[in-house]
């Protein structure tokens, strides 16, 4: 009997869509189509099927985030200029029950005081910021080890 594999949503938020070409000073030269791909790549590696979505807006995020609940067995999430103002992408996140890790490609300590903190990653599992791309590969590695571990 075949078994289903494990499924991870990512989701990208708000101007994540002009990746390579939005600041790449700061966001570097990769397109948000190139990620995906390589993420998607990633997965196939990891016996993980990959989904990615990017919303500009906030109740979009949230439509996702409670769209990938009882459907998906982890979450990567990119919330964008939300990381630092979305209480409520931080209630979805906790509402789901659905582990999640925050993501981001730049190093936010390294930047403006105002995105030195996030609301949204203490409602997850963990958060890696500033690796560019590889952020969302060591993401998905960790849920793919996660999803694969033994349930207690």
Known sequence: MAT??????VI??????????????????LTLAELDASLIALGDELSVDVECQQ???EGAIIDLLHAARGRVGGVIIN???YTHTS???????????????EVHLSNTYQ?????QRSLTA??????????GAASYHL???HLAALLRAPQA
Do not use: M, Q, W
């Open 55 to 57: 919303r500009n807006s």
């Open 4 to 9: 289903s594999r494990p499924r991870v949503a």
């Open 87 to 101: 209480v409520a992408i931080h209630d979805a996140i906790k509402a789901i029950a659905v582990p999640t890790v």
């Open 139 to 141: 993401a998905l590695r």
């Open 111 to 115: 930047r403006e005081a105002f995105r």
């Open 79 to 81: 919330p964008g200029g």
């Open 12 to 29: 990208h938020g708000p101007n994540l869509n002009l990746l390579g070409t939005r600041e790449p000073e700061v966001y570097g030269t």
């Open 122 to 131: 203490a409602a997850c599992v963990g958060a890696i910021i500033g690796l």
